[in-house]
C-alpha cells in the first residue's frame, strides 16, 4: 500500500464524486425554476432556487456516498482497505503497548464498570493481553461520584485480580473536557506506551479486534488514526431501537462509502479508534481559538481537528470500515439526542473558523464544511420551507402579476406545474429513501444476513417502520437545528455536560418544556398556510404535523414498551439481539450484576463522600491511595482543616460544601480520625445520626 497509490486513486474517486454531485445538482436548481410561477424571476423565487440547489447537493452527497459503498461491498474487495494487513504477519519480539482508554464524566457507574469488565476479559482470550492496559480518566466533579468511581474501581480490580493492568484517576483541574483529559494522560504516561485505543465511556471492544488494530497500527507505521465504524446496540426504548437499527442495516453501507472517496483522509469520531501517540503528542495539540464563546476558546469537536493534524504532519487517518467487534450506545430519547446535538452543534460550526487554516489537506477542509452542515442544513431547509410558504400565501394575498416593470405588448402569465412540482419531490425522495433499499438487497442477497434481522419479510417491514418515523422526526430535529445554529451564531454558549444514557421515559412536563414552543409555532405556520393557500398546506402538512405532534412523539418513542413489543415481534431486529457477540452478552449482564449488587452498610450507591468516612474498607483504599501519590491538602491552612471537621461532627457531612468534602479527601490524617470517631464515639450514635 504505498502512498502514490492511493493518492492518485483519492484524485480520481473524488473526482468522480464532485461531477456526481455537481452535475444533477445544477439540473435539479434549473428544473426547480421551471416548476415556479414566475420561473425564478422575483426575488423570493430566486431565494428559492439557491436555497434548494444548495441542499439538493447536500443530500446528494449522503445518496452517492451510498452508492459507492454499496459498489464496494458488491465487490467484496478494495484493494486500499487496511484490513489487508491482517495476512500480513508481525515480527514476534514485537513490544509496542496498547492504553485502552476510558475517559468519563459522572456516568452511570455501573455501566461504565461493565463495559470495562467486558473489554478486559476479552483481552485475556488473546495472546497479545499483556501488551494492553486500561485506564479509567474520569473529570467526574464533585466527592460523591468521584468517590463512588474509585470504590468501584478497586473492587473491579481485586475482582479480576487486575492489579497495575487497571489505573484510574481523578482530575483536579478540569481543562478542555475530554481532549483535554486524553492530553493529560498522554503527559503523564505517554512515552510509556506506543498506542492508545481511546473509548467513550459507553464503548464497548473485543479483545480480538483490539488486537487486529495493533496488527494493522504495526505492518502500516504510517497510519497516525485507525478508526472503526461503531455498531449501536444496548437500549430498548423506541427511538434507540429505530436508531440502532438504522445503524446496523445502512450504516455498514454507508462506512464502505465514506472509506472509497476519503482513504487515507478519513475522519475521527473521537472513539473507537487506535491512535499512535508519539505523533499525536506532536502535531495534535489544540489551539485556542481567539474571541468569547460559542465560536471562539476552547475548541469543543476536537476529534476532526486532531485527524486534521495528524493528516497535515503527514501521517495517514483511516476507518477500518469492514473490521468487527467495536460498539457504542446510543441516546434513548429524542431529548437526550437533542441536548447531545446541541453541544455538538456548537463545536462543528467552531471548525468553519479553521477552514482555512495553513496547511490542511483539502478532504478535511471539506469535513470540517461537511460537519457544519450537518446542522446548517436544517436551518437551510426552514429558510426553504419558509419562503416556499411565504410565496404561496403571497400568491394568495397580492395575486399574480401580468405585466413586468418593462413595457411589453403582451402580459407574463404565471403558471404553477403541480406535476413538475411531484416531479421534483420525487426526485428528491429517491436521493433519501433508495440507499435503503439497496441495504436491503446486499442484507438480503449478497451477505444472507437477513435471518439475523428476522428474516426478508420483517427486515423490509422493519425499514418501512424506520422510514415512517424517520419522516416524522425529522422535522422536530429540523427545528431544533434550526434553533441551535441560531443561537450559536448570535453568540449563546451552550453547556457541555454528561449525556443521559439509561432509559428513563421522558416525562410530558419534559416534553411540554421542551416542545411546547415548536408545537405553537407549528399551530400558527399550518394555520396561516390553511387560511390563505388550502392547497399548498397539504404540501406542507408531512412537516407541519409532526411539528405539531411533537409533545406526544418524543414522549412515545422515549418508552421502552413498544420497542420490547416491536423485539418480540422481530421488528427493528439487529443482530446483537438476533444472536449477540460474546462481549454483548457479557456487559449486558455485568451491568445487571453491577447495579443489583448492595452498597456496604445499606448505603445509596451515590453516597460515595458518606461511604469514605464509615466503610473501612473504602476509607482504608482512599488512605492508601495517598499515601502511594503523596496527594495533600495543598494550600489549605490547619485552621480551616479543624474547622470543616468541626463542622462535619456538629452538622453531619450533608452540610458539607463540594469544596470542603474535596479538601477531605485529600487528607489521610482527618479521613481516618473521622471514621475512627463514626465508629467508636458514643458506641456509633455519629454514625447512625450521619447515615439518617
Given at each position: 500500500?504505498?502512498?502514490?497509490?492511493?493518492?492518485?486513486?483519492?484524485?480520481?474517486?473524488?473526482?468522480?464524486?464532485?461531477?456526481?454531485?455537481?452535475?444533477?445538482?445544477?439540473?435539479?436548481?434549473?428544473?426547480?425554476?421551471?416548476?415556479?410561477?414566475?420561473?425564478?424571476?422575483?426575488?423570493?423565487?430566486?431565494?428559492?432556487?439557491?436555497?434548494?440547489?444548495?441542499?439538493?447537493?447536500?443530500?446528494?452527497?449522503?445518496f452517492?456516498?451510498?452508492?459507492?459503498?454499496?459498489?464496494?461491498?458488491?465487490?467484496?474487495?478494495?484493494?486500499?482497505?487496511?484490513?489487508?494487513?491482517?495476512?500480513?504477519?508481525?515480527?514476534?519480539?514485537?513490544?509496542?503497548?496498547?492504553?485502552?482508554?476510558?475517559?468519563?464524566?459522572?456516568?452511570?457507574t455501573p455501566?461504565?464498570?461493565?463495559?470495562i469488565?467486558?473489554?478486559?476479559?476479552?483481552?485475556?482470550?488473546?495472546?497479545g493481553?499483556?501488551?494492553?492496559?486500561?485506564h479509567?480518566?474520569?473529570?467526574?466533579?464533585?466527592?460523591?461520584?468521584?468517590?463512588?468511581?474509585?470504590?468501584?474501581?478497586?473492587?473491579?480490580v481485586?475482582e479480576?485480580?487486575?492489579?497495575?493492568?487497571?489505573?484510574?484517576?481523578?482530575?483536579?483541574?478540569?481543562?478542555?473536557?475530554?481532549?483535554?483529559?486524553?492530553a493529560?494522560?498522554?503527559?503523564?504516561?505517554?512515552?510509556?506506551?506506543?498506542?492508545?485505543?481511546?473509548?467513550?465511556?459507553?464503548?464497548?471492544?473485543?479483545?480480538e479486534?483490539?488486537?487486529?488494530?495493533?496488527?494493522?497500527?504495526?505492518?502500516?507505521?504510517?497510519?497516525?488514526?485507525?478508526?472503526?465504524?461503531?455498531?449501536?446496540f444496548?437500549?430498548?426504548?423506541?427511538?434507540?431501537?429505530?436508531?440502532?437499527?438504522?445503524?446496523?442495516?445502512?450504516?455498514?453501507m454507508?462506512?464502505a462509502?465514506?472509506?472509497?472517496?476519503?482513504?487515507?483522509?478519513?475522519?475521527?469520531?473521537?472513539?473507537?479508534?487506535?491512535?499512535?501517540?508519539?505523533?499525536?503528542?506532536?502535531?495534535c495539540?489544540?489551539?485556542?481559538?481567539?474571541g468569547?464563546?460559542?465560536?471562539?476558546?476552547d475548541?469543543?469537536?476536537?476529534?476532526f481537528?486532531?485527524?486534521?493534524?495528524m493528516?497535515?504532519?503527514?501521517?495517514?487517518?483511516?476507518?477500518?470500515?469492514?473490521?468487527?467487534?467495536?460498539?457504542?450506545?446510543?441516546?434513548p430519547?429524542?431529548?437526550?439526542?437533542?441536548k447531545?446535538?446541541?453541544?455538538?452543534?456548537?463545536?462543528?460550526?467552531q471548525?468553519?473558523?479553521?477552514?482555512?487554516?495553513?496547511g490542511?489537506?483539502?478532504?478535511?477542509?471539506?469535513?470540517?464544511?461537511?460537519?457544519?452542515?450537518?446542522?446548517?442544513?436544517?436551518?437551510?431547509?426552514?429558510?426553504?420551507?419558509?419562503?416556499?410558504?411565504?410565496?404561496?400565501?403571497?400568491?394568495?394575498?397580492?395575486?399574480?402579476?401580468?405585466?413586468a416593470?418593462?413595457?411589453?405588448?403582451?402580459?407574463?402569465?404565471?403558471?404553477?406545474?403541480?406535476l413538475?412540482?411531484?416531479?421534483?419531490?420525487?426526485?428528491?425522495?429517491?436521493?433519501?429513501?433508495?440507499?435503503?433499499?439497496?441495504?436491503?438487497?446486499?442484507?438480503?442477497?449478497?451477505?444472507?444476513?437477513?435471518?439475523?434481522?428476522?428474516?426478508?419479510?420483517?427486515?423490509?417491514?422493519s425499514?418501512?417502520?424506520?422510514?415512517?418515523?424517520?419522516?416524522?422526526?425529522?422535522?422536530?430535529?429540523?427545528?431544533?437545528?434550526?434553533?441551535?445554529?441560531?443561537?450559536?451564531?448570535?453568540?449563546?454558549?451552550?453547556?457541555?455536560?454528561?449525556q443521559?444514557?439509561?432509559?428513563?421515559?421522558?416525562?410530558?412536563?419534559?416534553?411540554?418544556?421542551?416542545?411546547?414552543?415548536?408545537?405553537?409555532?407549528?399551530?400558527?405556520?399550518?394555520?396561516?398556510?390553511?387560511?390563505?393557500?388550502?392547497?399548498?398546506?397539504w404540501?406542507?402538512?408531512?412537516?407541519?404535523?409532526?411539528?405539531?405532534?411533537?409533545m406526544?412523539?418524543?414522549?412515545?418513542?422515549?418508552?421502552?414498551?413498544?420497542?420490547?413489543?416491536?423485539r418480540?415481534?422481530?421488528?427493528?431486529?439487529?443482530?446483537?439481539?438476533?444472536?449477540?457477540e460474546?462481549?454483548?452478552?457479557?456487559?449486558?449482564?455485568f451491568t445487571?450484576?453491577?447495579?443489583?449488587?448492595?452498597?456496604?452498610?445499606?448505603?445509596?450507591?451515590?453516597?460515595?463522600?458518606?461511604?469514605?468516612?464509615?466503610?473501612?474498607?473504602?476509607n482504608?483504599?482512599?488512605?492508601?491511595?495517598?499515601?502511594?501519590?503523596?496527594q495533600?491538602?495543598?494550600?489549605?491552612?490547619n485552621?480551616?482543616?479543624?474547622?470543616?471537621?468541626?463542622?462535619?461532627?456538629?452538622?453531619g457531612?450533608?452540610s458539607?460544601?463540594?469544596n470542603?468534602?474535596?479538601?477531605?479527601?485529600?487528607?489521610?490524617?482527618?479521613?481516618?480520625?473521622?471514621h475512627?470517631m463514626?465508629?467508636?464515639?458514643n458506641?456509633?450514635?455519629?454514625?447512625?445520626?450521619?447515615?439518617k
Open positions: 500500500m504505498s502512498t502514490p497509490s492511493w493518492r492518485s486513486a483519492t484524485i480520481r474517486r473524488r473526482l468522480v464524486l464532485t461531477l456526481l454531485i455537481l452535475i444533477p445538482s445544477a439540473l435539479a436548481s434549473s428544473y426547480v425554476g421551471s416548476v415556479l410561477p414566475n420561473k425564478g424571476s422575483t426575488p423570493l423565487e430566486l431565494a428559492i432556487i439557491i436555497v434548494y440547489s444548495v441542499l439538493f447537493a447536500w443530500i446528494s452527497v449522503g452517492w456516498t451510498a452508492i459507492l459503498g454499496c459498489f464496494t461491498l458488491l465487490r467484496r474487495y478494495d484493494r486500499f482497505s487496511v484490513s489487508h494487513a491482517l495476512s500480513e504477519p508481525l515480527e514476534q519480539d514485537t513490544a509496542a503497548r496498547t492504553a485502552v482508554l476510558f475517559p468519563i464524566c459522572n456516568e452511570d455501566r461504565v464498570m461493565a463495559g469488565k467486558t473489554t478486559y476479559l476479552s483481552l485475556q482470550q488473546t495472546p493481553a499483556s501488551q494492553f492496559d486500561i479509567i480518566l474520569s473529570d467526574s466533579s464533585g466527592a460523591d461520584k468521584w468517590m463512588e468511581e474509585e470504590a468501584a474501581w478497586a473492587d473491579l481485586e479480576l485480580g487486575a492489579q497495575n493492568r487497571i489505573f484510574y484517576r481523578n482530575r483536579k483541574v478540569n481543562l478542555k473536557r475530554k481532549s483535554g483529559n486524553v493529560d494522560f498522554c503527559r503523564r504516561h505517554g512515552k510509556a506506551y506506543t498506542y492508545m485505543a481511546v473509548f467513550d465511556a459507553d464503548s464497548v471492544m473485543s479483545g479486534t483490539l488486537n487486529a488494530m495493533l496488527h494493522i497500527m504495526e505492518r502500516r507505521p504510517k497510519i497516525g488514526i485507525l478508526q472503526t465504524a461503531p455498531a449501536c444496548g437500549h430498548d426504548t423506541l427511538l434507540a431501537r429505530l436508531q440502532q437499527f438504522a445503524n446496523r442495516v445502512y450504516g455498514p454507508f462506512a462509502g465514506l472509506h472509497f472517496w476519503q482513504l487515507g483522509d478519513a475522519q475521527y469520531w473521537g472513539h473507537n479508534a487506535f491512535i499512535r501517540i508519539e505523533p499525536f503528542m506532536r502535531h495539540g489544540l489551539p485556542r481559538l481567539s468569547k464563546p460559542p465560536l471562539g476558546g475548541i469543543l469537536s476536537h476529534d481537528v486532531e485527524a486534521a493534524l493528516r497535515r504532519a503527514g501521517w495517514g487517518v483511516w476507518l477500518a470500515f469492514d473490521l468487527p467487534g467495536s460498539w457504542e450506545e446510543c441516546p430519547n429524542l431529548l437526550s439526542e437533542l447531545r446535538d446541541r453541544r455538538w452543534c456548537q463545536g462543528n460550526l471548525h468553519l473558523r479553521l477552514l482555512f487554516t495553513e490542511l489537506f483539502p478532504a478535511h477542509r471539506v469535513l470540517f464544511l461537511n460537519g457544519a452542515m450537518s446542522y446548517a442544513s436544517a436551518l437551510l431547509w426552514f429558510t426553504f420551507l419558509m419562503l416556499s410558504s411565504g410565496e404561496a400565501v403571497l400568491q394568495a394575498i397580492v395575486g399574480p402579476s401580468y405585466f416593470a418593462t413595457r411589453s405588448l403582451f402580459p407574463a402569465w404565471p403558471v404553477w406545474q403541480p413538475w412540482a411531484l416531479v421534483l419531490l420525487a426526485t428528491t425522495g429517491v436521493l433519501l429513501f433508495f440507499p435503503k433499499l439497496l441495504s436491503y438487497m446486499l442484507i438480503v442477497i449478497k451477505t444472507r444476513r437477513s435471518r439475523l434481522f428476522g428474516g426478508p419479510f420483517r427486515l423490509l417491514l425499514i418501512f417502520i424506520e422510514v415512517v418515523f424517520s419522516a416524522l422526526l425529522a422535522p422536530i430535529r429540523m427545528l431544533f437545528h434550526s434553533k441551535f445554529v441560531c443561537i450559536t451564531l448570535l453568540g449563546r454558549q451552550i453547556g457541555w455536560g454528561s443521559q444514557r439509561d432509559d428513563r421515559p421522558t416525562t410530558w412536563g419534559e416534553a411540554i418544556r421542551f416542545h411546547g414552543g415548536g408545537a405553537l409555532f407549528g399551530l400558527l405556520w399550518g394555520g396561516v398556510v390553511w387560511l390563505y393557500s388550502p392547497d399548498f398546506f404540501w406542507i402538512a408531512p412537516i407541519v404535523v409532526p411539528i405539531i405532534f411533537s406526544p412523539l418524543s414522549v412515545i418513542t422515549s418508552h421502552h414498551g413498544l420497542g420490547l413489543w416491536l418480540k415481534k422481530k421488528l427493528l431486529l439487529i443482530p446483537e439481539e438476533a444472536a449477540p460474546k462481549e454483548i452478552r457479557d456487559v449486558t449482564r445487571r450484576e453491577m447495579e443489583d449488587t448492595p452498597v456496604p452498610l445499606a448505603l445509596p450507591r451515590e453516597a460515595g463522600f458518606l461511604r469514605t468516612l464509615l466503610d473501612p474498607r473504602v482504608g483504599l482512599r488512605r492508601a491511595l495517598l499515601a502511594r501519590r503523596g495533600h491538602t495543598g494550600k489549605v491552612s485552621a480551616t482543616l479543624e474547622q470543616i471537621e468541626e463542622k462535619i461532627l456538629q452538622t457531612p450533608a458539607l460544601s463540594v470542603e468534602k474535596l479538601t477531605l479527601l485529600r487528607d489521610a490524617g482527618r479521613l481516618r480520625r473521622l475512627t463514626a465508629w467508636t464515639k458506641n456509633g450514635s455519629l454514625r447512625e445520626r450521619w447515615m
